[in-house]
Protein backbone atom coordinates (compact mmCIF):
# COMPACT_ATOMS: atom_id res chain seq x y z
CA UNK A 1 0.00 0.00 0.00
CA UNK A 2 1.14 3.54 -0.81
CA UNK A 3 1.94 5.37 2.46
CA UNK A 4 0.53 8.58 0.82
CA UNK A 5 -2.84 7.00 0.19
CA UNK A 6 -2.35 4.35 3.73
CA UNK A 7 -5.42 4.93 6.34
CA UNK A 8 -7.55 7.47 3.63
CA UNK A 9 -10.49 8.26 4.80
CA UNK A 10 -12.00 8.60 1.26
CA UNK A 11 -13.98 5.69 0.78
CA UNK A 12 -13.51 5.33 -2.78
CA UNK A 13 -9.60 6.30 -2.01
CA UNK A 14 -9.24 3.40 0.46
CA UNK A 15 -11.42 0.90 -1.88
CA UNK A 16 -9.41 1.75 -5.12
CA UNK A 17 -5.85 2.08 -3.40
CA UNK A 18 -4.97 4.74 -5.72
CA UNK A 19 -4.02 8.56 -5.85
CA UNK A 20 -7.36 10.39 -6.82
CA UNK A 21 -5.88 12.26 -9.61
CA UNK A 22 -5.42 9.03 -11.62
CA UNK A 23 -9.20 7.66 -11.28
CA UNK A 24 -10.75 6.65 -14.48
CA UNK A 25 -13.91 5.90 -15.62
CA UNK A 26 -13.67 1.91 -14.98
CA UNK A 27 -12.53 2.60 -11.59
CA UNK A 28 -16.01 4.40 -10.74
CA UNK A 29 -17.91 1.40 -12.47
CA UNK A 30 -15.63 -0.89 -10.49
CA UNK A 31 -16.20 0.88 -7.42
CA UNK A 32 -20.10 1.41 -8.15
CA UNK A 33 -20.54 -2.56 -8.31
CA UNK A 34 -18.09 -3.55 -5.50
CA UNK A 35 -20.24 -1.42 -3.17
CA UNK A 36 -23.44 -1.73 -3.81
CA UNK A 37 -23.75 1.84 -4.83
CA UNK A 38 -27.58 2.91 -6.18
CA UNK A 39 -27.25 6.91 -6.89
CA UNK A 40 -25.31 9.26 -8.39
CA UNK A 41 -25.10 12.47 -7.11
CA UNK A 42 -23.34 15.56 -9.41
CA UNK A 43 -22.54 18.60 -7.38
CA UNK A 44 -21.67 21.90 -8.53
CA UNK A 45 -21.45 25.73 -7.62
CA UNK A 46 -23.73 28.06 -9.04
CA UNK A 47 -23.31 31.77 -8.84
CA UNK A 48 -24.50 32.35 -4.77
CA UNK A 49 -21.36 30.08 -4.17
CA UNK A 50 -23.40 27.49 -2.61
CA UNK A 51 -23.58 23.71 -3.89
CA UNK A 52 -26.18 22.61 -5.58
CA UNK A 53 -27.27 18.74 -6.31
CA UNK A 54 -28.55 16.33 -9.22
CA UNK A 55 -29.18 12.95 -8.44
CA UNK A 56 -29.38 10.02 -10.40
CA UNK A 57 -30.48 6.11 -9.83
CA UNK A 58 -28.59 3.76 -10.81
CA UNK A 59 -30.43 1.58 -12.96
CA UNK A 60 -28.08 -0.77 -14.41
CA UNK A 61 -24.42 -0.19 -14.83
CA UNK A 62 -24.49 0.56 -18.39
CA UNK A 63 -26.85 3.36 -17.21
CA UNK A 64 -24.32 4.45 -14.78
CA UNK A 65 -21.47 4.39 -17.61
CA UNK A 66 -23.72 6.52 -19.68
CA UNK A 67 -23.89 9.04 -17.03
CA UNK A 68 -20.50 9.24 -16.03
CA UNK A 69 -19.72 9.34 -19.52
CA UNK A 70 -21.95 12.17 -20.86
CA UNK A 71 -22.75 13.89 -18.21
CA UNK A 72 -26.60 16.17 -18.11
CA UNK A 73 -27.43 19.27 -19.53
CA UNK A 74 -28.91 22.01 -16.67
CA UNK A 75 -30.51 25.16 -16.73
CA UNK A 76 -27.45 28.17 -16.92
CA UNK A 77 -29.70 30.95 -16.27
CA UNK A 78 -31.14 29.58 -13.03
CA UNK A 79 -27.50 28.98 -11.87
CA UNK A 80 -25.86 31.73 -13.10
CA UNK A 81 -28.34 34.65 -13.82
CA UNK A 82 -26.01 37.36 -14.02
CA UNK A 83 -24.23 35.63 -17.10
CA UNK A 84 -26.54 33.64 -18.68
CA UNK A 85 -29.67 34.55 -20.39
CA UNK A 86 -32.71 32.41 -20.26
CA UNK A 87 -33.25 32.32 -24.55
CA UNK A 88 -30.38 30.47 -24.27
CA UNK A 89 -29.44 28.97 -21.25
CA UNK A 90 -28.57 24.96 -21.25
CA UNK A 91 -24.87 23.80 -19.82
CA UNK A 92 -23.94 20.82 -19.54
CA UNK A 93 -22.06 19.08 -16.24
CA UNK A 94 -19.57 16.43 -16.73
CA UNK A 95 -18.66 14.87 -13.63
CA UNK A 96 -14.64 15.07 -12.37
CA UNK A 97 -13.56 11.58 -11.38
CA UNK A 98 -10.95 12.29 -9.03
CA UNK A 99 -13.34 14.54 -6.63
CA UNK A 100 -15.62 11.27 -5.88
CA UNK A 101 -16.72 10.68 -2.46
CA UNK A 102 -19.31 8.65 -0.87
CA UNK A 103 -22.00 10.85 0.76
CA UNK A 104 -21.61 10.65 4.24
CA UNK A 105 -25.29 11.72 4.92
CA UNK A 106 -27.31 9.84 2.71
CA UNK A 107 -28.85 6.20 4.02
CA UNK A 108 -28.90 5.58 0.17
CA UNK A 109 -25.64 4.02 -0.98
CA UNK A 110 -24.84 7.40 -3.06
CA UNK A 111 -21.33 8.58 -4.89
CA UNK A 112 -20.52 12.01 -5.27
CA UNK A 113 -18.79 14.34 -7.97
CA UNK A 114 -17.68 17.31 -8.46
CA UNK A 115 -18.54 18.50 -11.90
CA UNK A 116 -17.68 21.21 -14.41
CA UNK A 117 -19.87 23.00 -17.19
CA UNK A 118 -19.45 23.04 -20.14
CA UNK A 119 -21.58 25.09 -23.50
CA UNK A 120 -23.65 24.10 -26.25
CA UNK A 121 -20.30 23.78 -28.50
CA UNK A 122 -19.06 21.08 -26.09
CA UNK A 123 -16.59 24.02 -24.98
CA UNK A 124 -15.65 25.10 -21.01
CA UNK A 125 -17.97 27.68 -19.97
CA UNK A 126 -16.68 30.95 -20.25
CA UNK A 127 -17.54 32.44 -16.75
CA UNK A 128 -17.66 29.31 -14.70
CA UNK A 129 -15.75 30.10 -11.41
CA UNK A 130 -13.96 26.78 -11.52
CA UNK A 131 -13.22 27.27 -14.94
CA UNK A 132 -12.24 30.59 -14.13
CA UNK A 133 -9.64 29.09 -11.76
CA UNK A 134 -8.32 26.74 -14.46
CA UNK A 135 -7.55 29.52 -16.41
CA UNK A 136 -5.93 31.53 -13.85
CA UNK A 137 -3.66 28.41 -12.71
CA UNK A 138 -2.75 28.16 -16.51
CA UNK A 139 -1.63 31.30 -16.94
CA UNK A 140 0.47 31.83 -13.88
CA UNK A 141 2.23 28.28 -14.51
CA UNK A 142 2.97 29.37 -18.29
CA UNK A 143 3.66 33.20 -17.28
CA UNK A 144 6.03 32.25 -14.50
CA UNK A 145 7.14 28.41 -14.76
CA UNK A 146 5.95 28.05 -11.26
CA UNK A 147 2.66 26.34 -9.82
CA UNK A 148 0.20 27.94 -7.70
CA UNK A 149 -0.34 26.15 -4.45
CA UNK A 150 -2.82 27.12 -1.67
CA UNK A 151 -5.35 26.45 1.26
CA UNK A 152 -7.97 27.90 3.52
CA UNK A 153 -8.52 28.48 6.80
CA UNK A 154 -12.37 28.14 7.27
CA UNK A 155 -13.85 30.03 10.52
CA UNK A 156 -17.71 29.55 11.62
CA UNK A 157 -19.85 29.71 14.52
CA UNK A 158 -21.71 27.30 16.31
CA UNK A 159 -25.00 28.26 17.79
CA UNK A 160 -26.44 26.07 20.61
CA UNK A 161 -29.00 26.47 23.90
CA UNK A 162 -26.79 28.51 26.32
CA UNK A 163 -25.26 26.71 29.16
CA UNK A 164 -24.33 28.26 32.92
CA UNK A 165 -21.64 25.86 33.45
CA UNK A 166 -18.31 26.43 32.68
CA UNK A 167 -18.40 29.52 30.29
CA UNK A 168 -16.08 30.60 28.10
CA UNK A 169 -14.49 34.21 28.64
CA UNK A 170 -15.73 36.59 25.93
CA UNK A 171 -13.56 37.02 22.98
CA UNK A 172 -11.14 34.65 24.25
CA UNK A 173 -11.93 31.59 22.91
CA UNK A 174 -9.05 30.65 21.01
CA UNK A 175 -7.95 26.96 21.09
CA UNK A 176 -10.14 26.43 24.31
CA UNK A 177 -10.88 22.66 25.48
CA UNK A 178 -13.63 20.98 26.77
CA UNK A 179 -15.50 21.82 29.49
CA UNK A 180 -15.59 26.06 28.33
CA UNK A 181 -15.81 24.95 24.73
CA UNK A 182 -18.97 22.93 24.22
CA UNK A 183 -18.71 22.42 20.33
CA UNK A 184 -15.26 19.95 20.19
CA UNK A 185 -17.35 17.03 19.26
CA UNK A 186 -19.22 18.24 16.55
CA UNK A 187 -16.10 20.14 15.21
CA UNK A 188 -14.63 16.90 15.18
CA UNK A 189 -17.19 14.90 13.79
CA UNK A 190 -17.00 17.85 11.04
CA UNK A 191 -13.58 17.48 10.56
CA UNK A 192 -14.22 13.55 9.85
CA UNK A 193 -16.87 13.69 7.54
CA UNK A 194 -14.75 16.35 5.60
CA UNK A 195 -12.41 14.24 5.25
CA UNK A 196 -14.22 11.54 3.85
CA UNK A 197 -15.52 13.85 0.73
CA UNK A 198 -11.32 14.32 0.36
CA UNK A 199 -10.65 17.18 2.46
CA UNK A 200 -6.91 16.97 3.88
CA UNK A 201 -7.37 18.67 6.88
CA UNK A 202 -4.50 19.87 8.90
CA UNK A 203 -6.03 20.41 11.95
CA UNK A 204 -9.49 22.02 13.75
CA UNK A 205 -9.76 24.31 16.70
CA UNK A 206 -12.06 26.35 18.87
CA UNK A 207 -11.69 30.42 17.53
CA UNK A 208 -10.97 33.24 19.68
CA UNK A 209 -15.05 34.52 18.93
CA UNK A 210 -17.64 33.16 21.96
CA UNK A 211 -20.51 34.82 22.77
CA UNK A 212 -24.52 34.60 24.11
CA UNK A 213 -27.06 36.46 22.49
CA UNK A 214 -31.11 36.02 23.19
CA UNK A 215 -30.41 32.51 25.37
CA UNK A 216 -28.17 31.00 22.93
CA UNK A 217 -24.37 30.90 22.64
CA UNK A 218 -22.82 31.59 19.59
CA UNK A 219 -19.01 29.60 19.19
CA UNK A 220 -16.40 30.33 16.80
CA UNK A 221 -14.18 27.42 15.16
CA UNK A 222 -12.13 26.77 12.64
CA UNK A 223 -11.16 23.84 10.24
CA UNK A 224 -7.53 24.87 8.60
CA UNK A 225 -6.18 22.36 5.77
CA UNK A 226 -3.05 21.15 4.38
CA UNK A 227 -1.56 23.18 1.31
CA UNK A 228 -2.55 21.41 -2.42
CA UNK A 229 -2.91 22.68 -6.00
CA UNK A 230 -5.05 25.44 -6.50
CA UNK A 231 -8.52 23.94 -7.63
CA UNK A 232 -7.99 20.82 -4.98
CA UNK A 233 -8.08 23.92 -2.71
CA UNK A 234 -11.31 25.67 -3.76
CA UNK A 235 -12.87 22.03 -4.24
CA UNK A 236 -12.51 21.25 -0.90
CA UNK A 237 -13.71 24.42 0.88
CA UNK A 238 -16.97 24.35 -1.16
CA UNK A 239 -17.65 20.94 0.20
CA UNK A 240 -16.09 21.68 3.58
CA UNK A 241 -19.13 24.37 4.04
CA UNK A 242 -21.70 21.84 2.43
CA UNK A 243 -20.46 19.36 5.02
CA UNK A 244 -20.46 21.12 8.15
CA UNK A 245 -23.88 22.69 7.14
CA UNK A 246 -25.35 19.06 6.81
CA UNK A 247 -23.93 17.81 9.93
CA UNK A 248 -25.37 21.17 12.24
CA UNK A 249 -28.54 20.44 10.72
CA UNK A 250 -28.82 16.14 11.81
CA UNK A 251 -27.65 17.61 15.22
CA UNK A 252 -30.53 20.47 15.39
CA UNK A 253 -27.46 22.91 15.37
CA UNK A 254 -27.13 26.32 13.39
CA UNK A 255 -24.06 26.91 11.70
CA UNK A 256 -23.20 30.30 10.12
CA UNK A 257 -20.38 31.73 8.33
CA UNK A 258 -21.31 34.85 8.05
CA UNK A 259 -18.50 37.75 7.82
CA UNK A 260 -19.80 39.60 10.97
CA UNK A 261 -23.31 38.73 13.53
CA UNK A 262 -22.64 41.58 15.73
CA UNK A 263 -20.49 44.64 16.27
CA UNK A 264 -17.95 44.42 18.97
CA UNK A 265 -17.87 41.16 18.68
CA UNK A 266 -15.16 38.89 16.11
CA UNK A 267 -16.22 37.91 12.35
CA UNK A 268 -15.51 35.42 10.53
CA UNK A 269 -12.81 35.05 7.55
CA UNK A 270 -11.92 32.56 5.18
CA UNK A 271 -8.23 33.28 5.21
CA UNK A 272 -6.06 31.98 2.39
CA UNK A 273 -2.54 30.28 2.69
CA UNK A 274 -0.58 30.49 -0.43
CA UNK A 275 3.18 29.33 -1.54
CA UNK A 276 4.96 28.86 -4.53
CA UNK A 277 6.36 25.53 -5.97
CA UNK A 278 8.80 24.48 -8.45
CA UNK A 279 9.61 20.85 -9.24
CA UNK A 280 7.62 19.49 -6.92
CA UNK A 281 9.50 21.98 -4.06
CA UNK A 282 8.16 25.05 -2.18
CA UNK A 283 10.29 28.05 -3.21
CA UNK A 284 8.60 30.46 -0.80
CA UNK A 285 11.73 30.56 1.31
CA UNK A 286 15.18 31.53 0.02
CA UNK A 287 18.77 29.32 0.59
CA UNK A 288 19.03 31.74 3.12
CA UNK A 289 16.23 30.47 5.30
CA UNK A 290 14.31 33.86 4.37
CA UNK A 291 11.36 35.04 2.30
CA UNK A 292 12.32 34.51 -0.88
CA UNK A 293 12.86 36.92 -3.87
CA UNK A 294 10.35 35.08 -5.87
CA UNK A 295 7.74 35.36 -2.78
CA UNK A 296 8.15 38.91 -2.10
CA UNK A 297 7.39 39.68 -5.81
CA UNK A 298 4.32 37.44 -5.68
CA UNK A 299 2.64 39.71 -2.52
CA UNK A 300 3.96 43.06 -4.39
CA UNK A 301 0.54 42.03 -6.36
CA UNK A 302 -1.13 40.68 -3.75
CA UNK A 303 -0.48 44.42 -2.06
CA UNK A 304 -1.13 46.11 -5.14
CA UNK A 305 -4.38 44.20 -6.44
CA UNK A 306 -5.53 43.84 -2.54
CA UNK A 307 -8.30 46.49 -3.18
CA UNK A 308 -10.00 44.90 -5.96
CA UNK A 309 -9.56 41.46 -4.81
CA UNK A 310 -12.25 42.26 -2.25
CA UNK A 311 -14.81 41.93 -5.07
CA UNK A 312 -14.02 38.32 -5.38
CA UNK A 313 -14.05 37.42 -1.74
CA UNK A 314 -16.04 40.17 0.48
CA UNK A 315 -19.35 39.94 -1.46
CA UNK A 316 -21.83 41.17 0.83
CA UNK A 317 -22.29 44.36 3.08
CA UNK A 318 -21.68 42.55 6.02
CA UNK A 319 -18.38 41.77 4.60
CA UNK A 320 -17.01 45.57 4.95
CA UNK A 321 -18.02 45.33 8.83
CA UNK A 322 -15.91 42.30 9.46
CA UNK A 323 -12.93 44.69 7.96
CA UNK A 324 -12.41 46.86 10.95
CA UNK A 325 -9.17 47.18 13.80
CA UNK A 326 -9.21 45.03 16.72
CA UNK A 327 -11.36 42.64 15.31
CA UNK A 328 -9.04 40.04 13.98
CA UNK A 329 -9.17 41.42 10.89
CA UNK A 330 -7.63 43.69 8.33
CA UNK A 331 -8.14 47.17 7.19
CA UNK A 332 -5.19 48.47 5.24
CA UNK A 333 -2.80 47.33 2.26
CA UNK A 334 0.46 45.75 4.22
CA UNK A 335 2.44 42.60 5.56
CA UNK A 336 4.21 41.36 7.66
CA UNK A 337 6.04 38.64 9.38
CA UNK A 338 3.98 36.50 12.13
CA UNK A 339 1.91 40.16 12.44
CA UNK A 340 -2.20 39.11 12.56
CA UNK A 341 -2.67 43.17 12.24
CA UNK A 342 -1.41 43.30 8.77
CA UNK A 343 -3.31 42.12 5.53
CA UNK A 344 -0.92 39.37 4.34
CA UNK A 345 1.01 37.60 7.07
CA UNK A 346 4.08 35.31 6.95
CA UNK A 347 3.62 32.72 9.94
CA UNK A 348 6.26 30.46 11.20
CA UNK A 349 7.86 28.26 8.75
CA UNK A 350 9.78 25.98 10.66
CA UNK A 351 12.56 27.54 9.67
CA UNK A 352 15.19 27.94 12.83
CA UNK A 353 16.95 24.46 11.47
CA UNK A 354 16.22 23.14 14.94
CA UNK A 355 14.83 19.71 15.96
CA UNK A 356 12.39 20.99 18.42
CA UNK A 357 11.19 17.29 19.30
CA UNK A 358 14.59 16.20 20.25
CA UNK A 359 14.76 19.11 22.39
CA UNK A 360 11.27 17.75 24.41
CA UNK A 361 11.88 14.17 23.89
CA UNK A 362 15.07 12.83 25.17
CA UNK A 363 14.92 9.50 23.35
CA UNK A 364 15.08 11.03 20.08
CA UNK A 365 17.83 11.51 18.62
CA UNK A 366 18.54 15.10 16.60
CA UNK A 367 18.06 14.98 13.00
CA UNK A 368 18.82 17.52 10.33
CA UNK A 369 15.28 18.11 9.12
CA UNK A 370 13.79 19.98 5.86
CA UNK A 371 10.84 21.67 6.64
CA UNK A 372 11.05 24.23 4.31
CA UNK A 373 7.76 22.93 2.41
CA UNK A 374 5.60 24.52 5.37
CA UNK A 375 6.43 28.25 4.82
CA UNK A 376 3.69 30.38 3.10
CA UNK A 377 2.01 33.55 2.86
CA UNK A 378 -1.66 34.23 4.37
CA UNK A 379 -4.31 36.37 2.74
CA UNK A 380 -6.69 37.74 5.46
CA UNK A 381 -9.16 39.37 4.16
CA UNK A 382 -11.68 36.87 2.44
CA UNK A 383 -14.64 35.92 4.31
CA UNK A 384 -17.02 32.65 3.15
CA UNK A 385 -19.45 35.25 1.33
CA UNK A 386 -16.78 34.67 -1.72
CA UNK A 387 -17.26 32.72 -4.57
CA UNK A 388 -14.21 30.68 -3.38
CA UNK A 389 -13.23 30.02 -7.26
CA UNK A 390 -13.13 33.34 -8.40
CA UNK A 391 -11.07 33.93 -5.05
CA UNK A 392 -8.58 31.79 -5.80
CA UNK A 393 -8.55 33.15 -9.40
CA UNK A 394 -8.02 36.44 -8.39
CA UNK A 395 -5.42 35.86 -6.08
CA UNK A 396 -3.50 33.48 -8.59
CA UNK A 397 -3.37 36.56 -10.88
CA UNK A 398 -1.73 39.10 -8.11
CA UNK A 399 0.55 36.57 -7.45
CA UNK A 400 1.54 36.29 -11.25
CA UNK A 401 1.22 40.11 -11.73
CA UNK A 402 3.99 40.40 -9.09
CA UNK A 403 6.01 38.35 -10.39
CA UNK A 404 5.57 39.56 -13.88
CA UNK A 405 6.51 43.31 -12.57
CA UNK A 406 10.33 44.41 -13.10
CA UNK A 407 12.04 42.77 -9.76
CA UNK A 408 13.41 46.11 -8.91
CA UNK A 409 9.72 47.17 -8.61
CA UNK A 410 8.20 44.34 -7.37
CA UNK A 411 10.45 44.42 -4.22
CA UNK A 412 10.58 47.94 -3.57
CA UNK A 413 6.74 47.99 -3.57
CA UNK A 414 6.85 45.11 -0.88
CA UNK A 415 9.77 47.11 0.81
CA UNK A 416 6.97 49.80 1.39
CA UNK A 417 4.37 47.90 2.26
CA UNK A 418 5.85 46.00 4.70
CA UNK A 419 5.27 46.21 8.10
CA UNK A 420 6.84 45.21 11.60
CA UNK A 421 4.40 46.44 14.26
CA UNK A 422 0.48 46.41 15.07
CA UNK A 423 -0.37 48.82 12.89
CA UNK A 424 -3.47 49.79 15.28
CA UNK A 425 -1.82 50.83 18.43
CA UNK A 426 -1.71 54.30 19.20
CA UNK A 427 2.34 55.29 18.91
CA UNK A 428 1.89 53.50 15.40
CA UNK A 429 -1.07 55.75 13.78
CA UNK A 430 1.65 57.46 10.87
CA UNK A 431 2.06 54.74 9.51
CA UNK A 432 -1.34 53.52 9.56
CA UNK A 433 -2.23 56.50 7.58
CA UNK A 434 0.62 56.14 5.42
CA UNK A 435 -1.09 52.87 4.19
CA UNK A 436 -3.97 52.52 1.59
CA UNK A 437 -7.01 51.17 2.80
CA UNK A 438 -9.46 48.45 1.57
CA UNK A 439 -12.26 49.59 0.75
CA UNK A 440 -14.93 50.12 3.34
CA UNK A 441 -18.09 48.73 1.04
CA UNK A 442 -19.70 46.80 -1.83
CA UNK A 443 -19.96 50.30 -3.71
CA UNK A 444 -16.07 50.89 -3.36
CA UNK A 445 -14.97 47.20 -3.84
CA UNK A 446 -16.90 47.23 -7.32
CA UNK A 447 -14.85 50.22 -8.61
CA UNK A 448 -11.61 48.64 -7.29
CA UNK A 449 -12.15 46.12 -9.95
CA UNK A 450 -13.44 48.19 -12.32
CA UNK A 451 -10.50 50.30 -12.61
CA UNK A 452 -8.16 47.43 -12.58
CA UNK A 453 -10.34 45.03 -14.70
CA UNK A 454 -7.63 44.66 -16.98
CA UNK A 455 -5.32 42.53 -14.62
CA UNK A 456 -7.89 40.21 -14.36
CA UNK A 457 -8.79 39.95 -17.97
CA UNK A 458 -5.10 39.52 -19.22
CA UNK A 459 -4.40 36.24 -21.18
CA UNK A 460 -8.36 35.70 -20.83
CA UNK A 461 -8.58 34.40 -17.63
CA UNK A 462 -11.46 36.59 -16.13
CA UNK A 463 -14.01 36.83 -18.75
CA UNK A 464 -15.76 40.56 -19.66
CA UNK A 465 -18.76 39.65 -18.59
CA UNK A 466 -18.12 37.92 -15.41
CA UNK A 467 -16.47 41.14 -14.48
CA UNK A 468 -19.07 43.09 -15.66
CA UNK A 469 -21.69 40.79 -13.40
CA UNK A 470 -19.66 40.80 -10.40
CA UNK A 471 -19.20 44.78 -10.74
CA UNK A 472 -23.27 44.97 -10.98
CA UNK A 473 -23.67 42.76 -8.53
CA UNK A 474 -21.44 44.77 -5.71
CA UNK A 475 -23.26 48.18 -7.29
CA UNK A 476 -26.85 46.87 -6.48
CA UNK A 477 -26.18 46.87 -2.81
CA UNK A 478 -26.10 50.55 -2.68
CA UNK A 479 -24.14 50.06 0.69
CA UNK A 480 -22.07 53.69 0.49
CA UNK A 481 -23.56 55.11 3.46
CA UNK A 482 -24.39 52.04 5.30
CA UNK A 483 -21.98 52.45 8.11
CA UNK A 484 -22.96 55.86 9.34
CA UNK A 485 -26.89 54.26 8.96
CA UNK A 486 -26.50 51.57 10.96
CA UNK A 487 -24.16 53.75 13.57
CA UNK A 488 -27.26 55.97 13.72
CA UNK A 489 -29.57 52.92 14.13
CA UNK A 490 -27.95 49.74 15.13
CA UNK A 491 -31.48 47.64 14.45
CA UNK A 492 -30.45 47.71 11.09
CA UNK A 493 -27.16 45.47 11.81
CA UNK A 494 -29.86 42.91 12.83
CA UNK A 495 -31.52 43.14 9.57
CA UNK A 496 -28.31 43.03 7.50
CA UNK A 497 -27.03 39.71 9.84
CA UNK A 498 -30.11 38.09 9.18
CA UNK A 499 -30.45 38.60 5.35
CA UNK A 500 -26.73 37.41 4.67
CA UNK A 501 -26.66 35.04 7.82
CA UNK A 502 -26.48 32.14 5.25
CA UNK A 503 -24.25 33.22 2.96
CA UNK A 504 -21.96 31.88 0.02
Request: glycine residues 8%.
Given at each position: ??????????????????????????D?????????????????????????????????????????????????????????????????????????????????????F??????????????????????????F???????????????????????????????????E??????????????????????????????????F?????I???????????????????????????????????????????????????G???????????????????????????????????????I??????????Y???????????????????????????????????M??????????????????????M??????????????????????????????????????????????????????????????????????????????A?????P????????????????????????????????????????
Amino acid sequence: MDKTIELNPNEVVAFLGKHPESFTREDMLHFIEGNGIRMIDFMYPAEDGRVKTLSFTVNSLAYAETVLTEGERVDGSSLFPSFVEAGNSDLYVIPRYRTAFVDPFCEIPTLCFLCSYFDKDGKPFDCAPHQTLMRAEKAFESSTGFSFEAMGELEYYVITEEDELFPCTDQRGYHESEPFSKLGDFRRQCMDFVAKTGGQIKYGHSEVGNFTLDGKIYEQNEIEFLPCPVETAADQLLLAKWVIRNLAYRYGLDVTFAPKIIVGEAGSGMHIHMRLMKDGMNITLGKDGKLSSEARRAIAGLMVLAPSITAFGNKNPTSYFRLVPHQEAPTNVCWGDCNRSALVRVPLGWSSGVDMSAMVNPMEKAADLNTRSKQTFEMRSPDCSADIYQLMAGLCVAARFGLELPEEEALAIAGKTYVDMDIHRQENRDRLKSLVSLPGCCVDSAACLEKNRAVFEAMDVFRPKMIDGIVSGLRSFSDSTLRDEVASDPSLMEKLVREYFYCG
